[in-house]
């Protein structure tokens, strides 16, 4: 296939964004931690020479502060029932199931915390079937990144590409038809079989398409919701062990990896949800998170000057964190993993299984590609 990649960064990667601090510490912006079946994601690093790395500390299962003193077996048992019944009733409300299935207020409250903070949004606005992962939680497997950084990703399949992904290159318009598509942007033109459309929800729902998508389609972008989310790295005056820490009244967490290359002498943290994003006021910069941070875990000995602050939100090329999907059967067709004519949709919202993730992303990518394979053998 000759290819053509219109990137409207002045980099590749999009949500999933690797930099350094002045100290050195390699952050993750965007897209970091990557736990149990990251399939898809094993085998593009693989195929592009990147390792994956052990963080030293594991994603679901974190020191809680103030520690509740919450039994592991009882949790588990309690995480069974909100299965069963989020199952049985997938449209209740998650607050309503959490209620009536968890009798302990603590593993009630670490329940909600968490998997609001997962999926960036609002518990009291999330359906029960947002709870059907919750045993997951009780994992304790490493989590990894991409050594280098997780935008390695992104890099090593640019670089195969060379000159035909174009940077600073938005697409204005895609106008379709039997024969092919035509992609504007504005220096020009490209014409071809088919395209890809891989951008964020927000900026899929603005984009022009003539004609336009069906009636079916439009309504199901415009159902989905997106989360909001803030990221804060900063650098500590000594190093530490790596360790996960998280506030479940406030509803964020912290951490620290020796993913950060100097030595785990970086604190990162995420706010997941409005509400979270709101109370640390991280739009406003990071000295009221880095003062909860210092209540969470008084230990560290952060370096205030050198902090960092992410926000997905007011980014013109995210509009959001990611899209806050019920998992489904991956085999089940849905409206954005049907082309339409010669447009195939891809990125994490396509993947309602792994919604919200660089797995999502990645096995998304695999199966459009399969979908413009399968276009040109009929053609």
């Known amino acids: 296939m000759d290819v053509e990649v219109l990137e409207a960064r002045d980099r590749v990667g999009g949500r999933v964004w690797s930099e350094r601090l002045e100290t050195g510490a390699l952050i993750e912006r965007g897209g970091e931690f990557l736990t149990n079946g990251y399939d898809a994601t094993e085998r593009v690093a693989a195929r592009v020479g990147c390792e994956l790395v052990g963080m030293g500390i594991r994603y679901p299962d974190r020191r809680l502060h103030p520690d509740p003193g919450i039994d592991r077996a009882a949790a588990l048992l309690a995480a069974a029932a909100v299965e069963a019944a989020s199952t049985a009733e997938p449209q209740r409300s998650a607050i309503d199931v959490l209620d009536e299935e968890v009798a302990d207020p603590a593993i009630r409250e670490l329940f909600a915390s968490r998997i609001q903070s997962l999926t960036a949004h609002p518990i009291d606005d999330l359906e029960a079937g947002f709870l059907l992962g919750v045993s997951y939680l009780m994992n304790n497997d490493e989590c990894r990144r991409v050594a280098g950084g997780n935008q390695e990703l992104a890099r090593g399949l640019a670089t195969r590409l060379g000159a035909r992904v174009h940077l600073r290159t938005p697409a204005t318009a895609v106008t379709h038809n039997a024969s092919g598509v035509q992609v504007a942007t504005a220096t020009g033109q490209i014409d071809a079989d088919v395209v890809v459309v891989a951008v964020p929800v927000p900026l899929l729902r603005a984009l022009t398409f003539d004609p336009p998508l069906p009636d079916a389609v439009v309504e199901a972008l415009a159902s989905i919701r997106m989360s909001v989310a803030a990221k804060l790295a900063v650098p500590l005056h000594a190093p530490v062990v790596a360790d996960a820490v998280m506030s479940v009244p406030g509803r964020y967490w912290a951490y620290t990896t020796p993913c950060d290359e100097v030595g785990v002498r970086t604190v ?43 926000t997905w939100l007011d980014d013109p090329w995210a509009q959001g964190a990611y899209s806050v999907l019920m998992s489904r059967d991956p085999d089940e067709p849905s409206l954005l993993t049907t082309p339409v004519g010669s447009i195939v949709f891809a990125g994490e919202h396509t993947s309602p299984d792994w919604s919200g993730t660089i797995e999502g992303a990645l096995r998304s990518g695999e199966r459009a590609a399969a979908d413009v394979l399968r276009r040109a053998i009929r053609s």
């Open 268 to 310: 990162g943290s995420w706010a997941g949800s409005t509400p979270v994003v709101t109370a640390l006021q991280a739009t406003d910069g990071p000295e009221t998170w880095i003062a909860a941070i210092r209540e969470l875990w008084p230990e560290l000995d952060v370096d205030e000057s050198g902090a960092v602050v992410t």
